[in-house]
């Protein structure tokens, strides 16, 4: 039982080019949510979904696009990369009563 | 405003004493919940405890306890008898249905808290 598995661990982009952070859980959770983390700001939401095919924004948007055609499945990409979206991100899943993490991306631009 | 927030952004406990990690939250939903985790320094999320608003008693899981004051919108977590392995930053968080009926939460700042030998 993997959990919830955040690939890659750590990436290096350029200004200007995109990619996409892959989020998978095998708990059959219909929440599934985008925090990054920078430090002194906490984890702030990126974007989430209450179900497949039902996203919506959170604190932080911007630069960000995501679709959730699964359950499963839930990536973030990144549309075109800029300095200020280096940070650590996380995938969440959960229940009402507990959230469930993945192990967090690294991502410098540079 | 911010919807958690955790006002001491470092705190110093010796060994084997307690400490009180401050949390205070702001929502007008009756029904909420509020979440503590913990981030060693490896970096992962590690869920400690959790309080919903219609529990009638405070959360306890092992040496967390969870210091729920209703009327003051007040969810600290007490550690007792603290250990070397509890230096971590420590994140209050809370869930409220106003998101679409969604139910993720919104984290504090948090607290780093060092453990003294």
């Known amino acids: 039982n993997a959990g919830v598995t955040q690939t890659p661990k750590f990436q290096v982009l350029k200004t200007g080019q995109s990619m996409t952070l892959q989020c998978a859980q095998d708990m059959n959770h219909e929440y599934m949510s985008w925090y990054r983390q920078d430090p002194g700001m906490g984890l702030r939401l990126i974007h989430y979904s209450v179900g497949a095919g039902i996203t919506d924004q959170g604190e932080v948007p911007n630069g960000y696009n995501v679709s959730r055609s699964t359950t499963e499945d839930f990536p973030l990409r990144l549309l075109s990369a800029a300095p200020s979206q280096t940070s650590v991100y996380f995938c969440?899943?959960?229940?009402?009563?507990?959230?469930?993490f993945g192990q967090g991306t690294r991502l410098t631009v540079v | 405003a911010q919807k958690i927030t955790q006002t001491q952004p470092g705190m110093f406990v010796q060994e084997k004493e307690a400490v009180t990690l401050d949390c205070t939250y702001d929502t007008s939903d009756p029904s909420y919940g509020l979440f503590w985790y913990k981030q060693p320094s490896s970096g992962e999320m590690i869920f400690l405890i959790y309080q919903g608003s219609y529990d009638q008693q405070n959360a306890t899981e092992g040496r967390y306890s969870l210091n729920f004051q209703k009327a003051r919108k007040s969810a600290n977590l007490v550690i007792s008898a603290s250990q070397l392995g509890d230096s971590a930053m420590y994140f209050c968080?809370?869930?409220?249905?106003?998101?679409?009926?969604?139910?993720?939460?919104?984290f504090g700042r948090g607290t780093s808290l060092i453990v003294h030998p």
């Open positions: 968080a809370m869930r409220e249905p106003s998101r679409g009926g969604s139910y993720i939460p919104t």
């Open positions: 969440a899943t959960g229940t009402t009563t507990e959230a469930f």
